[in-house]
């Protein structure tokens, strides 16, 4: 049994009253015992934070596409079907596994340096995906991008899952339809009645776009509930909803139920020109909610950080009330509702049983002169970024420590990735 001892640090998680000074002692996978500072001696490694480090749980990218990290900058500044027709579309003709094998590398070690211990992926190629994680000991959730009603791609979903699934383990699988508009009702129907045989989740694109409501109702004469009761999606064991920015008020109770989850992509929103998810009204009615940057090519961070933040303020300027979306709130979706999105059980908060994805964060910087066990949280949101981050710990494991890749070969995965970017834009 291996252990690690982290010494006398600021813990907070998104559900504590306020943070506190403790020491955490990690064993195998797993948090331990969390104790007064100085009561616990006996370790197999040790990290002492001297009262200038903070930790908190590993951050979930809930909804992004990895691999597109070989994509960032193409296609910049049109709206999102011009940008996906002209631009992603062609060049993701064109991906071949061993492009999304070094695509996937390469953003998990952005995700990694920025303390983003989590994932939920949906892309092609999906056991190139799950043997990165496997390698680089990263957490994630992962489905294949299924489009149209082509039952090869549904039972490459159903191989990802029988192959890799793991209820206990880093990976848990999804069934990835696309969005309404790129997969029939029909298949819809089909895929979410297998999520169910399987007790599996489904990850969507749902309503990213204003006219999505409309095709809606010219297509099938539904609303946006109807067509979640209709398509039975609503009935999986977990449903996530990527973006939901046009997701009528009316239909709020639709989707108001825990085994949701809409993803607040705010940054990809705003790039895109796609509007910003009613938040703070989804949050008084209680609808999980999680974060998520979508893919690189159209954030072009995979930065949760920046999510946070910039969540964090756009709601508080768009409607004048700087007392709307909480510094708690954000953490909560930053972390344990991306954890539960993704099907992870005991994951997302620092208590003893639950499993050890954590970060430290490196308070001794000017920016966080005046930070206190009550204001960690605000402090953290407001002030700070992924630069703070010290080391990125998952199931128990050092990933990443004083900017310092522990699982990855930083050198090739750059080698490589370049390499892939100049075969496909050629």
Not at 76 to 100: G, T, V
Not at 241 to 258: I, M, Y
Request: glycine share 8%; aromatic share 8%.
């Amino acid at each position: 049994m291996s252990s690690l001892l982290i010494r006398n640090v600021m813990i907070l998680d998104a559900q504590m009253e306020k943070a506190v000074y403790r020491d955490v002692l990690l064993q195998d996978d797993s948090i331990a015992r969390i104790s007064m500072p100085g009561s616990i001696e006996e370790s197999d490694g040790l990290i002492d934070g001297h009262g200038r480090m903070a930790l908190i749980p590993g951050l979930v990218n809930t909804h992004t596409h990895a691999a597109m990290s070989l994509l960032r900058g193409l296609g910049e500044e049109k709206p999102l079907m011009e940008w996906l027709k002209e631009q992603i579309w062609p060049i993701e003709a064109k991906l071949r596994p061993d492009h999304i094998y070094w695509g996937t590398l390469l953003a998990m070690t952005e995700m990694l340096s920025r303390g983003v211990t989590c994932f939920g992926d949906m892309y092609f190629e999906m056991d190139q995906v799950a043997r990165a994680c496997l390698e680089t000991g990263m957490r994630a959730g992962l489905s294949r991008g299924i489009i149209g009603d082509d039952s090869s791609r549904i039972q490459n979903n159903r191989s990802l899952f029988e192959q890799f699934h793991d209820p206990q383990g880093l990976i848990h699988v999804q069934f990835g339809p696309h969005a309404p508009y790129t997969v029939p009702i029909t298949a819809l129907k089909e895929i979410a009645e297998i999520a169910r045989e399987y007790d599996a989740g489904v990850h969507f694109h749902f309503l990213e776009t204003e006219w999505e409501i409309e095709y809606l109702n010219n297509e099938y004469s539904m609303d946006p509930s109807q067509y979640l009761q209709e398509s039975t999606l609503l009935d999986v064991p977990q449903l996530i909803l990527a973006h939901a920015v046009w997701l009528p008020e009316k239909d709020f109770d639709t989707v108001n139920r825990d085994n949701v989850t809409l993803v607040h992509n705010i940054k990809s929103n705003l790039k895109l020109g796609s509007g910003i998810m009613p938040l703070h009204n989804m949050l008084e009615k209680g609808i999980q909610i999680a974060l998520g940057s979508d893919g690189a090519a159209s954030n072009n961070e995979l930065d949760v950080w920046g999510e946070m933040k910039t969540a964090a303020l756009v709601h508080k300027g768009v409607f004048r009330n700087p007392t709307l979306v909480k510094a708690r709130d954000i953490l909560q979706m930053a972390t344990v509702n991306g954890a539960k999105a993704l099907g992870f059980t005991k994951l997302g908060l620092i208590r003893e049983g639950w499993k050890a994805d954590l970060i430290l964060i490196d308070l001794d910087k000017p920016h966080y002169v005046g930070v206190n066990q009550d204001n960690l949280a605000c402090y953290i949101v407001y002030a700070g970024s992924s630069g703070d981050v010290q080391s990125t710990i998952i199931n128990g494991q050092l990933v990443y420590r004083d900017q310092k890749f522990l699982t990855a070969d930083i050198e090739k995965i750059l080698f490589n990735a370049n390499s892939a970017r100049k075969e496909l834009i050629s």
